[in-house]
C-alpha cells in the first residue's frame, strides 16, 4: 500500500476549550462548528475525540460494549488517575458489575414505586406555588421554585430529612465540575471537598436514613442479598449526587422556556396534561448534563474515523439535542414535537434511571403553577451558574400575572 493512497481522511481538528466559562456561557456556536467539523472531531486542547452530531452520540450511548464507562465519564482516566471520591457504582462502571445495583435502583425508583409520593409532592407544590405568590408577584423563579421545590421533597424521599440539605447543591456542583478537566471551576470548591464528601457519605450509612424513604429500600435490597452491604451506601449516594442539582436546572430550563415562549405556556395551562412532554422538551432544548465521557475499549470505527482504543470520547449531549438533521426547527421549544428519543437523559444501559422522579417533580410544580398564573416573563437578565457540566442558573428574575 502506497503512503497516500488509502489514507484515511484527515480528522478535523478544533482547538477550543469547551469548558471556557464564555463556552459554558454560550455553548451553542462551539456545538455548530463541532456538528459542521465532521460526525468526529479531535479537540487537540485535550486530546480527546468529540462526538456532538445525534447519530454518532446516539450510536455511542447505546455500545457500551466499545464505550465503556468504567474509566470514568469525565475527563480524567481512572486506570491513571485517582477518582476524587470511590467510583459510582452505576455511572462510572460497565456491565456485569453495573447490573445489581442498577436493577436496585430501577425497582426503587421505578413509576409503580413512586405512586405513594404523587399526591404528597403535588400538595407540596401547591402550597409552596402559594407561599411564592402571596409575597408578590416578582420573585426569582430559579431560587424560590426551580431549586427550592426539589430541595423541599427530594430528601424526605430519600429519607435523610432537611438538616443539613443546604451542602447539597454544593456537592453536586462540586462532582458535575470533576467530570471536566481541572480549571478554576474545579479549583474553586477544592478547599471544601472534604468537607461536603464527609457530609455526604454520612448520610448514606443505614442509621441516618429514615425507615421509609429510597435509601431503607437500597439498604433492604443489600438485606435480600440484591446488593453487598458495603455497595448500599454507595448506592445511596448516587441519589445524592445525580438526583439534586439535574432536577434543579431541570425545573429551571422549564421556567426559562415558558417565560420566554408565553404562547407554549398558554398550551400547557390549556393542557396540563402535557407537562411531562414539556419537561422532555425542556431538557432536550437545554439538556441540564451537557456532555458525558466515554473510553474506547478497542480501536474503534465511528463513521469512517478511527478512535484508538483507551482514548477518551466527549459525548456532546447537548449539541446532539439540537442536531437540525434530527430535529425539525431544533432550536424552538415547541410543546407540539415529541421530544423522545433525546439524550438529555442519555440513552442505552445508563440512561437515567431517576428520570420518572423528575417528571413528577416537573408536572407537580408545572400543574401547581399553570392554575394559578396567567403569564411569566422575565423582568431582568437570567443569570448562568458555569458548570463544567451542567447548563445550570444562579437567577431567574420573573414577573407572574395571576390567573383570574
Ligand atoms: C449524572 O453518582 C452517580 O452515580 C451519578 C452521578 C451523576 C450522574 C449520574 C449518576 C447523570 C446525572
Known amino acids: 500500500m502506497s503512503a497516500t493512497?488509502?489514507?484515511?481522511?484527515?480528522?478535523?481538528?478544533?482547538d477550543a476549550d469547551p469548558f471556557s466559562p464564555p463556552v459554558l456561557d454560550k455553548p451553542e456556536e462551539l456545538h455548530h462548528v463541532l456538528r459542521a467539523a465532521g460526525p468526529v472531531v479531535y479537540l487537540?486542547?485535550?486530546?480527546?475525540?468529540?462526538?456532538?452530531?445525534?447519530?454518532?452520540v446516539h450510536a455511542a450511548l447505546v455500545d457500551w460494549q466499545h464505550f465503556e464507562s468504567g474509566a470514568g465519564v469525565g475527563l480524567a482516566d481512572f486506570r491513571h488517575e485517582e477518582p476524587w471520591r470511590p467510583p459510582s457504582l452505576l455511572l462510572e462502571a460497565d456491565p456485569p458489575r453495573h447490573d445489581a445495583p442498577r436493577r436496585v435502583?430501577?425497582?426503587?425508583?421505578?413509576?409503580?414505586?413512586?405512586?405513594?409520593?404523587?399526591?404528597?409532592?403535588?400538595?407540596?407544590?401547591e402550597e409552596m406555588v402559594d407561599q411564592v405568590l402571596g409575597r408578590g408577584r416578582e420573585f426569582d423563579a430559579f431560587t424560590q421554585l426551580a431549586s427550592a421545590f426539589p430541595l423541599?421533597?427530594?430528601?424526605?424521599?430519600?429519607?435523610?430529612?432537611?438538616?443539613?440539605?443546604?451542602?447539597?447543591?454544593?456537592?453536586?456542583?462540586m462532582a458535575f465540575n470533576a467530570f471536566g478537566p481541572v480549571n478554576d471551576l474545579v479549583k474553586a470548591d477544592a478547599h471544601r471537598v472534604a468537607e461536603l464528601s464527609a457530609w455526604v457519605n454520612g448520610r448514606c450509612a443505614r442509621e441516618a436514613l429514615t425507615e421509609d424513604g429510597f435509601g431503607a429500600r437500597i439498604w433492604a435490597a443489600a438485606d435480600r442479598g440484591d446488593l453487598t452491604h458495603a455497595q448500599a451506601p454507595l448506592v445511596v449516594r448516587s441519589l445524592l449526587?445525580?438526583?439534586?442539582?439535574?432536577?434543579?436546572?431541570?425545573?429551571?430550563a422549564c421556567l426559562y422556556a415558558f417565560a420566554?415562549?408565553?404562547?407554549q405556556w398558554q398550551r400547557l395551562r390549556e393542557r396540563p396534561e402535557s407537562a411531562r412532554v414539556a419537561f422532555d422538551e425542556a431538557v432536550r432544548w437545554q439538556s441540564p448534563v451537557q456532555t458525558f465521557f466515554r473510553t474506547a475499549t478497542t480501536d474503534v470505527s465511528v463513521s469512517g474515523t478511527v478512535i484508538?482504543?483507551?482514548?477518551?470520547?466527549l459525548m456532546f449531549l447537548g449539541a446532539a439535542n439540537r442536531d437540525p438533521a434530527r430535529w425539525a426547527d431544533p432550536d424552538r421549544f415547541d410543546l407540539a414535537r415529541d421530544p423522545s428519543g433525546h439524550v438529555g437523559f442519555g440513552m442505552g444501559i445508563h440512561q437515567c434511571i431517576g428520570q420518572h422522579v423528575a417528571r413528577l417533580e416537573a408536572e407537580a410544580l408545572l400543574t401547581a403553577l399553570a392554575r394559578r398564573v396567567d403569564r411569566i416573563e422575565l423582568t431582568g437578565a437570567p443569570r448562568r451558574h458555569l458548570n463544567n457540566t451542567l447548563r445550570s442558573w444562579a437567577s431567574l428574575p420573573v414577573r407572574v400575572h395571576p390567573a383570574t
Open 241 to 252: 449526587t445525580a438526583g439534586v442539582d439535574t432536577t434543579v436546572h431541570g425545573l429551571a
Open 260 to 263: 420566554t415562549h408565553p404562547e
Open 5 to 14: 493512497a488509502e489514507r484515511a481522511p484527515a480528522v478535523p481538528v478544533c
Open 152 to 173: 423541599r421533597v427530594f430528601p424526605d424521599a430519600v429519607g435523610i430529612g432537611s438538616e443539613g440539605q443546604e451542602n447539597l447543591l454544593p456537592y453536586g456542583n
Open 105 to 125: 435502583l430501577r425497582d426503587i425508583l421505578a413509576p409503580p414505586a413512586l405512586r405513594r409520593l404523587r399526591e404528597t409532592w403535588q400538595a407540596a407544590a
Open 308 to 313: 484508538p482504543e483507551g482514548t477518551k470520547i
Open 44 to 56: 487537540s486542547r485535550y486530546d480527546v475525540h468529540a462526538l456532538a452530531r445525534y447519530e454518532e
